[in-house]
Nanobody
Framework: QVQLVESGGGLVQPGGSLKLSCVASGSVFTINRMGWYRQGPGKQRELVGDISSAGSTNYADTLKGRFTISRDNAKNSVYLQMNSLKPEDTAVYYC????????????WGQGTQVTVSS
């Protein structure tokens, strides 16, 4: 089992920046990819991006250039740097971990709210 705990959400003005963090614990040696998903009001959960243990990243096309994912394997952590935030980025952001041989996230964090509003 893997536990994921997110932090860093909050209220930010349009055009601002925010950095989310996620720490994994438990059977972290089983994790291949870690990443972020989000679910806005009335919307389905969608991929923001993810990163392999070797550092290979994958982003949603619409978010490339504004959002950056990084990972610190020594700290079992993944980060999401969000810049030039827009009101439509308002969502609950979920950390996800995909274990080796799985194609979709195996474990989920509890989510952290990000609200972009003036």
């Amino acid at each position: 089992q893997v536990q994921l705990v997110e932090s860093g959400g909050g209220l930010v003005q349009p055009g601002g920046s925010l950095k989310l963090s996620c720490v994994a614990s438990g059977s972290v040696f089983t994790i291949n990819r870690m990443g972020w998903y989000r679910q806005g009001p009335g919307k389905q959960r969608e991929l923001v991006g993810d990163i392999s243990s070797a550092g290979s990243t994958n982003y949603a096309d619409t978010l490339k250039g504004r959002f950056t994912i990084s990972r610190d394997n020594a700290k079992n952590s993944v980060y999401l740097q969000m810049n030039s935030l827009k009101p439509e980025d308002t969502a609950v952001y979920y950390c996800a971990a995909t274990i080796i041989n799985d194609r979709s996230p195996t474990y989920w964090g509890q989510g952290t709210q990000v609200t972009v509003s003036s």
